[in-house]
């Protein structure tokens, strides 16, 4: 009898890491069939200095952002999720989990479309490119706080 291991899932998200659209999609994904989650958060650097100062590379924002979301999406999956920090180019970071760590999916929860950037960037077909299927979650307008990250 052969024994399967449980499908590793990537979630990729900012803004919308704690949303009620994505902990829902998690919630789902959880009891298709078994499955460990992790979360990533990008890096968004802000401001002028960006590029040349790394106080300015938005990674105290997105570990902020893990902080907040992991115990959501943690009781949405029915088990503690990990969480990491990518690099501010969302392509790179992805790729960089999936030659890294080793994903079977990926869920990628964007803002509303007029409202998304990786929308626009066209994340989600530039990761099926990689490969890999991809479950997108757009987030409806009004479960997002746009004044947060």
Do not use: K, Y
């Not at 052969?2 to 789902?28: C, G």
């Amino acid at each position: 009898m052969r024994v399967t291991s449980p499908s590793r899932v990537l979630i990729v998200a900012h803004q919308t890491a704690d949303s009620p659209d994505l902990l829902e999609a998690v919630a789902r994904r959880a009891d298709e069939s078994a499955c460990t989650f992790t979360l990533l958060v990008p890096a968004q650097p802000r401001g002028p200095r960006r590029i040349t100062d790394p106080d300015h590379l938005g990674i105290s924002e997105a570990e902020d952002r893990l902080e907040l979301a992991i115990p959501l999406l943690s009781e949405a999956a029915g088990e503690s999720i990990i969480g990491v920090v990518g690099t501010p180019e969302p392509l790179a970071a992805v790729q960089d989990a999936l030659n890294l760590l080793g994903f079977d999916e990926v869920m990628i929860s964007m803002l509303p479309v007029r409202d998304s950037r990786w929308f626009r960037l066209e994340l989600p077909r530039m990761v099926r490119a990689l490969g890999v299927p991809v479950t997108e979650v757009i987030t409806s307008a009004r479960a997002v706080d746009h004044t947060a990250a």
